[in-house]
């Protein structure tokens, strides 16, 4: 079965940090681009973060630009998204994709004192 499971969300204060992690199975990782995006309550989907399969070229959200980086290790099939300097606007929903074909079902990120 293909699968993508998120994990690395919850609450964190203005100003923290925090990991997720998407790990897949059911496919080679390597051979796809890696992106995450996120949904923030009454807002529109957001696209935050990609990475090509090949030449590893990068793609962020101004929104989030060197706060966020995207990482990937395709020997454990997982991709990262390292957040840095969380805001309260950061907090929604984040979902993983790979190639925008498979998706994760999304995992929670609260930033708030």
């Known amino acids: 079965q293909v699968r993508l499971v998120e994990s690395g969300g919850g609450l964190v204060q203005p100003g923290g940090s925090l990991r997720l992690s998407c790990v897949a199975s059911g496919f080679p990782l390597d051979y796809y681009a890696i992106g995450w995006i996120r949904q923030a309550p009454g807002k529109e989907p957001e696209g935050v973060s990609c990475m090509s399969d090949s030449d590893g070229v990068t793609y962020y959200a101004d929104s989030v630009k060197g706060r966020f980086t995207i990482s990937r290790d395709n020997a454990k099939r997982t991709m990262y998204l390292q957040m840095n300097s969380l805001k309260p606007e950061d907090t929604a929903v984040y979902y993983c994709?790979?190639?925008?074909?498979?998706w994760g079902q999304g995992i929670q990120v609260t930033v708030a004192s």
């Open positions: 994709n790979a190639a925008v074909q498979y």
